[in-house]
């Protein structure tokens, strides 16, 4: 290396030497502008102990659960109407919180027919997209056997819409209920994808992703979810898995139980009685 | 927020949330993008790292052209996100169980080091400019020297060994930022389309074949533009490249469909109507059979038949339209044909693609094309074909 050379090369390697504490500062006055300890909390599992902002509610002490009775579902389709009004989720054929599926086997037929509320055939039949029911279309046919199932989000174990959430906004409570914050989705719809059981959708006006809270508005103040309350049947059930004598413990204690899709490793948290195999 | 117009008509069985197909065309050009910077990337290194003389000519159109493209990569997720102006949340609290969190930082790394290896490539050239130039072009010349104005030979032999070191860096770089693509959609085990651990691979090699062919393309375009001889050499170099690696991408391919089809599992029936049915010309036709297999067989003929001349440069620029169209249609298969088949496995939807708006085809065609207007004007800038004493300083220092 000549003379000439050995001053401009330590002039350019203190330049760089320059640079990158200049970035590493820079960085680290961005990090504290934006908050990043607050924030970054989001990102962690929920800790130990911790508790809601909310008076009169430790979540320490419930481990919410759901369950369906599909022998009892009458496919009435109070509970979709009782959540969109209740979660004001969109009134219309592509935004649901919860859905109620019919299969029906016609004689003759290894398959089930499968439809739901958003069926252009039952919208035909309500005459409007923000109102549901289930057309009278197997009529004329012979039905050899038929039943409802209503569906909503699980509330995994281990579920892969948080796994994939790159923000976090969307994370699992100490509960047991899985949750959106919707001041922190920035709606990349990831977790649209990633739920097999096609519970979430995103909500355009909003910008962000939604899907059933188990109501937790509504749950963390003694009440039952909406779509509970509103059914006529019983169908759907729901408790505290903490409390023994709950409807939810006593169902599942009493019944054999099944979860959907279970191959996935989500582990549900919906249990099921009375679904057939095709159901998923 | 836009209304929602875009909900898609289904047969069969689908879970009523899935009428809305969420991920648009512009989730099939972030991934395209990303594909051209790997691809453009490993012609630069190829040269760069690995020596290959021949491909000399498209060195640094090369980096300029995966600078550009990756600059644009961001813009398709931005315009999708329902809140734009959140989207450093991933980057400022990364939820680092998710694939996409890694993104912000894997694009920043490499943003960083395309510009490094850029700057380090056209050093003399700002240097040389701005000693000649005066006024605004000559100032901004004068900043991007960055105060370095030692162009000596050892100044020379050092900005070398940084190139070829970032050069060695950024293979890894741009091959995991696009792996990292593949994985985004091959990591889901709620779509039997996407859940495959071939994913990444094959995003990878359709990939570097679609960055190699626009090489071809540019470089050819270029020099009918500029009225200059197509240096033979190097477009068969590339066109050895290409012929290398789509049999790889081939082969990866049809494996992949092989092990869905004999893996046989629930709801393949959906996947054969599918394939065998709105997908058969998509799919068959124009990604295997137009874009993969034909420009494969006339690579192997012309490289067989040792052709030369006009018939060379018209075959292999051919190839490479066709090959860049295949992997579109690649991108297009994977992203919007997972969402048109049903996760109940019992239904399958229509995609139908808005014109106007945020999510429409029009906008999705000019992100699409940016990065080759943001090519033309850094060209002017930079220009990636008239600075040889530079290219002769880096080839003799190595």
Redesign the interface.
């Known amino acids: 290396m000549n003379q000439e050379t050995k001053p401009t090369l330590a002039a350019r390697r203190a330049f760089l030497n320059k640079l990158g504490l200049a970035a590493t500062c820079g960085g680290a006055v961005v990090g504290s502008l934006a908050g990043i300890p607050v924030v970054a909390a989001k990102t962690e599992p929920v800790s130990k102990g911790g508790t809601l902002p909310l008076k009169d509610y430790d979540w320490t002490k419930h481990q919410w659960s759901f369950g369906v009775d599909a022998t009892k579902c009458i496919g009435c389709l109070r509970c979709v109407e009782a959540c969109k009004v209740e979660n004001n989720v969109v009134r219309d054929a592509h935004h649901f919180r919860t859905w109620v599926e019919r299969y029906v086997y016609l004689e003759g037929e290894n398959s089930a027919r499968i439809d739901s509320q958003q069926d252009p055939v039952n919208i035909a039949a309500s005459g409007s997209e923000a109102e549901y029911r289930f057309a009278n279309r197997y009529q004329d046919a012979k039905v050899e056997k038929a039943f409802f199932v209503p569906k909503l989000c699980n509330h995994c174990e281990h579920p892969a819409c948080v796994q994939v959430c790159p923000t976090g906004a969307t994370y699992k409570t100490e509960d047991g209920v899985v949750l959106i914050d919707h001041e922190y989705c920035f709606g990349c719809r990831y977790c649209v994808q990633a739920c097999p059981y096609g519970a979430r959708f995103f909500n355009e006006e909003k910008g962000v992703t939604d899907k059933c809270t188990w109501c937790y508005h509504r749950i963390t103040k003694g009440l039952q979810p909406a779509c509970v309350d509103a059914c006529p049947v019983g169908a759907r059930i729901f408790g505290d898995l903490k409390d023994k004598q709950s409807p939810i413990s006593l169902f599942i204690r009493n019944n054999r139980v099944q979860v959907l899709k279970p191959e996935t490793g989500n582990a549900p948290n919906v249990y099921y009685v009375g679904i057939d195999k095709e159901v998923r | 927020?836009?209304?929602?117009t875009h909900?898609a008509p289904y047969t069969g069985?689908?879970?009523?949330?899935?009428?809305?197909i969420?991920?648009s065309v512009l989730i099939v050009v972030y991934p395209y993008l990303t594909g051209l910077v790997a691809g453009a990337f490993t012609v630069s290194s190829l040269y760069q790292v690995f020596g290959f003389e021949r491909l000399k000519p498209v060195a640094h159109l090369a980096l300029l052209s995966s600078l550009c493209a990756m600059i644009f990569v961001p813009i398709p997720?931005l315009l999708?996100?329902?809140?734009?102006e959140?989207?450093?949340?991933?980057t400022?609290?990364?939820?680092?169980?998710?694939?996409?969190?890694v993104?912000g930082y894997f694009a920043t790394f490499y943003i960083v080091l395309l510009l490094i290896e850029t700057w380090f490539a056209y050093r003399t050239y700002f240097v040389e400019q701005a000693q000649r130039r005066q006024g605004l072009l000559g100032r901004a010349y004068r900043v991007l020297t960055?105060?370095?104005y030692?162009v000596?030979e050892?100044?020379m032999r050092?900005d070398a060994k940084w190139i070829f070191y970032l050069a060695l860096l950024g293979i890894p770089g741009a091959h995991g930022l696009h792996g990292y693509a593949g994985f985004?959609f091959g990591s889901?085990?709620?779509?039997e389309w996407w859940s495959s651990d071939l994913m990444p691979v094959i995003f990878l090699f359709s990939a570097i074949i679609s960055g190699v062919s626009l090489l071809v393309v540019l470089y050819v375009a270029s020099c009918k533009l500029r009225k200059v001889t197509i240096d033979e050499a190097c477009v068969k170099g590339l066109a050895y490249t290409i012929w290398g690696f789509i049999m790889v991408a081939l082969l990866l391919e049809g494996l992949e469909f092989a092990n869905l089809v004999y893996k046989g599992r629930e709801g393949v029936e959906v996947i054969m109507e599918f394939v065998t049915g709105r997908l058969l010309v998509p799919y068959f036709i124009l990604q295997f059979a137009i874009g993969s297999i034909f420009p494969l067989l006339l690579l192997s003929w012309m490289i067989w038949r040792k052709t030369t001349g006009r018939a060379l440069i018209i075959g292999v620029t051919t190839c490479a339209c066709l090959v860049m169209f295949s992997v579109f249609m690649m991108r297009w298969n994977v992203v919007i044909g997972g969402?048109e088949i049903s996760?109940?496995?019992?239904g399958l939807l229509t995609y139908n693609m808005l014109t106007f708006g945020r999510e429409g085809w029009i906008l999705a065609a000019c992100v699409l094309f940016a990065p080759l207007f943001g090519l033309i004007g850094l060209s002017r800038f930079l220009p990636p074909f008239e600075h040889g004493p530079h290219t002769a300083a880096v080839t003799s220092a190595r």
Do not use: C
């Open positions: 927020m836009e209304a929602l909900f069985w689908v879970y009523p949330n899935e009428t809305v969420e991920w997720l999708h996100l329902g809140h734009p959140r989207a450093f949340n991933s400022i609290t990364p939820h680092l169980t998710s694939a996409m969190a993104f960055l105060g370095s030692d000596s050892n100044a050092y985004v889901l085990k709620s779509r969402q996760k109940t496995g019992k």
